[in-house]
């Protein structure tokens, strides 16, 4: 069976610590750059159980580890994949290029990391939570929440025009700059999902994703994006 990759946006483990002042190793930087770009379809684990994965009918298979560690793709394979993606011929088109985005050192980390989590999942598992301790926290945090957890979907400005959008045109996300809905509620929202508070059944429900603290900085980060107009339409 064809190994399908799907290398997407994503975050699950952010804790708010302080920033270190030295630079991170190639394999902890290559962890950095999986929470903020791969979890949301390959998952916090790098077992499939992304949220996009999980949750969008007929998403192709996201994982990245096996049940024992010790098999690896080829090096040389993996970051072929994640710099070409879907332009690929084996490779399903929903994996995003990243060779327009990622510089060479980065995908020479992110690389690393995939083939450590592959190899000995207790120590790459023990990077990605250094990485995420190390992420800033208030509305610099709920900035990264956003844009790897929301983004994918709501767009990088929350104007819901993201890459993921076109997935739900039956009840697509909302523009967010537009939302005149109180803090409170948009807190509800984000907490509990889309379908309890009636509003889409494709919002997830991030309260078991992520802390209080995360929940309340991305709603104070979303906040911060709407438009300096009066009006605008409820949602």
């Not at 690393?112 to 800033?136: E, G, I, S």
């Not at 990088?156 to 025009?161: F, S």
């Not at 309260?207 to 900085?217: A, C, M, N, V």
Request: proline share 7%.
């Amino acid at each position: 069976m064809r190994r399908t990759w799907v290398i997407l946006g994503l975050f699950p483990f952010f804790a708010a610590a302080a920033q270190t002042a030295a630079p991170p190793s190639p394999v902890l930087r290559g962890a950095q750059i999986y929470l903020e770009r791969c979890a949301l379809c390959h998952g916090n684990y790098g077992l499939g159980e992304g949220m996009l994965a999980v949750r969008v009918p007929d998403y192709p298979d996201t994982r990245l580890v096996h049940d024992e560690d010790g098999y690896a793709t080829p090096p040389d394979r993996i970051e072929e994949i994640i710099r070409r993606g879907g332009m690929l011929p084996d490779v399903d088109a929903r994996m995003p290029p990243f060779e327009y985005e990622l510089g060479t050192a980065e995908l020479e980390a992110i690389t690393h990391f995939v083939v450590l989590l592959q190899v000995n999942r207790k120590r790459a598992y023990d990077r990605l939570n250094r990485a995420a301790a190390a992420l800033p926290a208030d509305l610099q945090q709920g900035r990264r929440v956003f844009e790897t957890r929301c983004a994918a979907c709501h767009g990088r400005e929350g104007r819901g025009d993201g890459p993921r959008a076109f997935l739900f045109r039956d009840a697509p996300p909302a523009d967010l700059t537009a939302s005149r809905l109180d803090r409170d509620a948009v807190l509800s929202i984000v907490r509990e999902g889309g379908a309890v508070v009636g509003r889409s059944p494709h919002m997830p429900a991030w309260k078991t994703e992520l802390t209080d603290f995360e929940l309340r900085s991305v709603v104070d980060w979303v906040m911060t994006r709407r438009q300096r107009t009066e009006g605008g339409r409820d949602g």
